[in-house]
Structures are given as C-alpha cells and as structure tokens.
C-alpha cells in the first residue's frame, strides 16, 4: 500500500512539472480545452489542466520571409517571361491563424503567384522591367489586405529578379549597345563642336587684342610725334621770344642764320645755299631791268635779207 501511495505521488509530480509550461519571447501558444479554442498564451510561464488541456499550435511572431521559385508570367505584348517574388510578413493573431486557413503559409504563396500575373499582365516588357517600385507596391497592398483574415500582417514585397527570354535578352543588349554608341557619337559631337567654337572665340580674342595693340601703338606714336612737334616749335617760339626780348638786331640775326646755314650744310649730302639777301638782290635787279630796259644783253632780232626773185626771161 506504501508503495503504491508512493507511486502516485511521483506520478503526481511528474504530471505537475509536465504541466508547467514556459513560453519564449516572441511565441504564442494557442490552447484547446476538450478540443475547443480556449486562450492564447503569450510569452511567459503557464500550467496546462492535463487530459483536458492541450497546445494546439506554437506560433512566432517573428518576422518571416518566403521566397517563391521563379514563375512564368506573361506580359502584356505577350512575353514570358520568369519572376521569383520575395514577401516578408510576420503574424500578429494567433488564433486567426490557427484557424484561418488550413495551410496559411501555402496560401500566401499561391495568392502571391496570382497577383505577380495579375500586375504584369497588364504591363508591357519595358514597363514591367522599369516598374519594380509601382508593381511591389501595389502587391504589398494586396496582399496585406488578403491576408488580415489569416492573421498575417505582409510588410513588403520585393521581385528578386525579372528573367525575359534569351532573345529577349540578346534584343536588349543589341539596343543597350546601339543607345551606348550614339550617346558616345553625340558627345564626340558635342566635344568637337565645343573645341571649335572656343578656338574660334580664341582667334576672335587674339585679332581684337592685337587690333588693340596696333591702335594703341599708333596712338601712342601719333601723341609722341605731335608732343616732338609741339614740344620743338616751342623751343623755336621761346628762342625767338628770347632773342625779342633780349633786343637783338639785325646783326645778331643775321649771325644766327649764318650759324643755321653752318649746321645745314654739315650733313654729308650735296648742298647749294644761296643766302637770302642775294636772292633778294637778284629778284629786285630782274624787276629792274624787266621794267627799263637796261642791263638787257640779248641781241635785237636782225630784219630779214630780201630774197631775189628769179627772172624769168634771163634765167
């Protein structure tokens, strides 16, 4: 009797600690009591009523993600092309979950799969390969408003990668090439054009600098010759204004045109000066002899001798 009273005490004790449970941070159980949702219990520690209790499902409410295989989906101008989704979403009720669906997880997927087909039967290939941001977008919506009642709360979804088909490809990188080639042609164009006009704009500025230059030079040599003149008729004027003041007379000025006549006639050329009075003697004495006659020694004209006629009658 002491034995079996002993017996159902370990029993009893075993049953005890079986029935405590610990749940992790992050977890939810969901408890069934005689098959029927009871409560859902969160993290923490927890007994369980044995033979009426029972966890009926362990759920993290971690964020997951789920990447779907590559699927065929065919565009709008009737391309096939292959496209693998990636969804991220988490579960925030856990009974919803639980009871929601049969296979939550597997219906995600498949509703993921028909709205990737939906979107991009509506798009065209340059569309759906430039449309990235609008069709994630657009089936992050979907989704999460699909999957409230399951209990799945989707956070984004992203296209992992866009396959088109082979030829596809070799178009796109023919096309790619050609865009490239003409991008490179216009700015070998644009780069010429730019070298031209700025050795054009360089010619233009060295003309007009060195128009510049020449009118400045000229300028320049034009003041000094005009301050060289000015400068020398100066002196002239302040010399005969000296030589006024100083009251020289006729002597004196004669002297001075003898020294002038002395300095012009030390240059190395060949040189006749006739000084000026007897330039004037000379003009008053052919004014004279123009008006009395004297001092005329040309010769009068002779008359002419009289020819004799002939005689007929003796010749």
């Keep these: 009797m002491e034995v079996f009273v002993a017996i159902l005490i370990i029993a009893a004790v075993i049953i005890l600690f079986t029935c405590i449970k610990i749940v992790p941070q992050a977890t939810e159980y969901v408890i069934e009591f005689l098959g029927k949702y009871r409560t859902t219990w ?7 009523i044995p033979f009426f209790e029972r966890i009926a499902k362990k759920i993290t409410l971690k964020e997951q993600v789920m990447d779907s295989p590559p699927q065929p989906v065919i565009t709008k101008d009737n391309v096939t092309m292959q496209i693998d989704t990636v ?41 759906t390969l430039t449309s990235r941001d609008t069709i994630n977008g657009n089936m992050t919506a979907i989704l999460d408003e699909a999957t409230d009642q399951w209990g799945i709360k989707v956070g984004r979804v992203e296209l992992k990668n866009i396959i088109p088909p082979t030829e596809i490809q070799n178009a796109m990188e023919k096309q790619m090439k050609a865009e490239r080639d003409r991008r490179e042609t216009l700015l070998q164009a644009e780069g010429h054009k730019a070298a031209s006009i700025t050795r054009a704009e360089g010619e233009k500025q060295a003309m007009i600098l060195a128009a510049e230059g020449e009118r400045d030079a000229r300028i320049a040599r034009a003041e000094g010759e005009a301050k060289a003149i000015y400068l020398a008729k100066k002196a002239e004027a ?57 001092g005329d020694v040309t010769p009068p004209a002779k008359d002419p001798i009289p020819q004799k006629k002939p005689d007929p009658c003796c010749d």
């Design 87 to 127: 969804v991220y979403f988490r579960i925030y009720d856990a009974k919803l979950y639980a009871y929601g669906a049969v296979n939550p997880i597997s219906a995600l997927e498949n509703l993921t799969a028909t709205t990737l087909r939906n979107l991009v039967g509506e798009l065209e290939l340059d569309g």
């Design 42 to 48: 969160s993290a923490g520690i927890h007994f369980l």
């Design 238 to 294: 302040d010399g005969l204004r000296a030589l006024r003041e100083a009251g020289a007379d006729s002597a004196v000025l004669e002297l001075k045109k003898y020294e002038a006549l002395i300095q012009v006639a030390n240059g190395s050329a060949s040189k006749i000066i006739v000084p000026t009075d007897v330039v004037n003697t000379v003009k008053h004495n052919a004014i004279f002899s123009e008006t009395t006659g004297l």
